[in-house]
């Protein structure tokens, strides 16, 4: 050990923010809109999802995630060039590259005039546990003394990339856009991040994905002859083997909460509030059953937005600390699981 050193600090989540695009489509627009052969009935009865938001085309995926932004570092109490680092997750970025991260700096005003600050940026690829993947990385430079303000952003926009017919429903009807943010900060209070917990399981990697990128071909989109590339929709859109993710999810999730208990001797009594991703009702309320989580333990919002990917937990932390739920003192679980098979867990003293 060496002497005299500062002790390390904590990291903690100092601010929170959100933004869903305002075209709201409640499963009935949604059908009626596409045409899309499906029912309030049964997306509701397999998913509890009523209603997603879209947005608008010429909307980026970096647009929605500037206000959520914003609002995370003002309620954070910093400004912007207070921050050390950007830490972008999302599976819809802007472009194939650079990532989403550099967009948002620029569109945050970080770089010209007063408030330029090269800080660096960070895109994560890790679907639906993005958002632990990038929280733990966030904290990780915040306690080792690197950073003390690290911005972390989850945010979608799926409503371009799905397939909008009666072939893609079973896909189509579970995902909307939205962006969720949060400002990771060092203290030296006694409180924060306690834990994260991350897997990946690459035997699954085709089990949900999208591959209208194929670098192994040449080229790697199919062009026609006038020299235009053309994707077949099972390689433009997402595929998935529902049943198999469902089963998956449920496993997983519940193995890394545990892992996560054992690690910080805590029980699932400890827990004031559990935040999971939102993919489907059902995976949260089986696993809530098997864990025996209390109904008002856990927070959902998977009824107003869909599966939001990467921004599902940053906008239930978001909305939770609005509604006042979340205040410090509490202590939160949050856990995720998705594409790859990527998880996580994280336990934080709000
Ligand atoms: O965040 C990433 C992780 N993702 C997940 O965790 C998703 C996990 N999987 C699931 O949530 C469920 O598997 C789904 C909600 C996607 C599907 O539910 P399911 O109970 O597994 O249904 P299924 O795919 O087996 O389909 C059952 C039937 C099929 O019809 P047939 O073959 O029985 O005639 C589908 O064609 O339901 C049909 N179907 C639909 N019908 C109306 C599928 N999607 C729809 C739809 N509307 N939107």
Request: hydrophobic share 40%; net charge negative; aromatic share 8%.
């Given at each position: 050990?060496?002497?005299?050193?500062?002790?390390?600090?904590?990291?903690?989540?100092?601010?929170?923010?959100?933004?869903?695009?305002?075209?709201v489509?409640?499963?009935?627009?949604?059908?009626?809109?596409?045409?899309?052969?499906?029912?309030?009935?049964?997306?509701?009865?397999?998913?509890g999802?009523?209603?997603?938001?879209?947005?608008?085309?010429?909307?980026?995926?970096?647009?929605?995630?500037?206000?959520?932004?914003?609002?995370?570092?003002?309620r954070?109490?910093?400004?912007?060039?207070?921050?050390?680092?950007?830490?972008?997750?999302?599976?819809?970025?802007?472009?194939?590259?650079?990532?989403?991260?550099?967009?948002l700096?620029?569109?945050?005003?970080?770089?010209?005039?007063?408030?330029?600050?090269?800080?660096?940026a960070?895109?994560?690829?890790?679907?639906?546990?993005?958002f632990l993947y990038?929280?733990?990385t966030?904290?990780?430079?915040?306690q080792?003394?690197?950073?003390?303000?690290?911005?972390?952003?989850?945010a979608?926009?799926?409503?371009a990339?799905?397939?909008?017919?009666?072939?893609?429903?079973t896909?189509?009807?579970?995902?909307?856009?939205?962006?969720?943010?949060?400002?990771?900060?060092?203290?030296?209070?006694?409180?924060?991040?306690?834990?994260?917990?991350?897997?990946?399981?690459g035997?699954?990697?085709?089990?949900?994905?999208?591959?209208?990128?194929?670098?192994k071909?040449?080229p790697?989109?199919?062009?026609?002859?006038e020299g235009?590339?053309?994707?077949?929709?099972?390689?433009m859109?997402?595929?998935?083997?529902?049943?198999?993710?469902?089963?998956?999810?449920?496993e997983?999730?519940?193995?890394?909460l545990?892992?996560?208990?054992?690690?910080?001797?805590?029980?699932?009594?400890?827990?004031d509030?559990?935040?999971?991703?939102?993919?489907?009702?059902?995976?949260?309320?089986?696993?809530?059953?098997?864990?025996?989580?209390?109904?008002?333990?856990?927070?959902?919002?998977?009824?107003?937005?869909?599966?939001?990917?990467?921004?599902?937990?940053?906008?239930?932390?978001?909305?939770?600390e609005?509604?006042?739920?979340?205040?410090?003192?509490?202590?939160?679980?949050?856990?995720?699981?998705g594409?790859?098979?990527?998880w996580?867990?994280?336990?934080?003293?709000?």
């Open positions: 050990m060496v002497t005299g050193a500062p002790p390390l600090p904590n990291a903690f989540i100092s601010g929170s923010g959100f933004y869903v695009p305002p075209r489509l409640d499963n009935e627009t949604f059908a009626k809109t596409y045409g899309i052969d499906t029912t309030h009935e049964w997306i509701v009865k397999r998913t999802i009523e209603e997603r938001r879209f947005s608008d085309e010429g909307v980026a995926t970096s647009d929605l995630a500037v206000p959520a932004a914003e609002q995370a570092i003002e954070a109490g910093i400004s912007k060039t207070d921050l050390d680092m950007i830490i972008f997750a999302t599976l819809s970025p802007d472009h194939a590259f650079p990532g989403s991260g550099v967009y700096q620029e569109k945050l005003g970080l770089c010209s005039g007063e408030q330029a600050k090269f800080v660096p960070l895109d994560v690829r890790n679907q639906c546990s993005g990038s929280l733990a966030a904290s990780s430079m915040v080792s003394g690197n950073c003390k303000h690290v911005l972390v952003v989850g979608e926009t799926h409503s990339a799905l397939d909008l017919t009666t072939r893609g429903r896909v189509s009807s579970l995902f909307g856009d939205g962006a969720g943010a949060v400002v990771v900060s060092a203290t030296e209070e006694d409180r924060g991040v306690r834990g994260w917990y991350l897997g990946a399981d035997r699954f990697a085709d089990a949900l994905s999208q591959k209208v990128w194929d670098i071909k040449r790697f989109i199919p062009q026609n002859e235009v590339g053309q994707a077949q929709p099972d390689h859109f997402a595929t998935m083997d529902g049943k198999l993710v469902f089963r998956n999810a449920v997983r999730m519940i193995r890394v545990m892992e996560a208990f054992n690690d910080l001797s805590l029980t699932r009594d400890d827990i509030l559990f935040l999971f991703h939102q993919a489907n009702m059902r995976i949260n309320q089986y696993i809530a059953d098997q864990v025996g989580i209390p109904e008002d333990r856990l927070v959902h919002n998977i009824q107003r937005y869909g599966n939001t990917t990467a921004a599902t937990i940053p906008i239930l932390i978001a909305e939770a609005r509604d006042g739920r979340l205040v410090p003192g509490k202590k939160v679980a949050m856990v995720a699981f594409s790859g098979f990527t996580g867990a994280a336990i934080v003293d709000w």
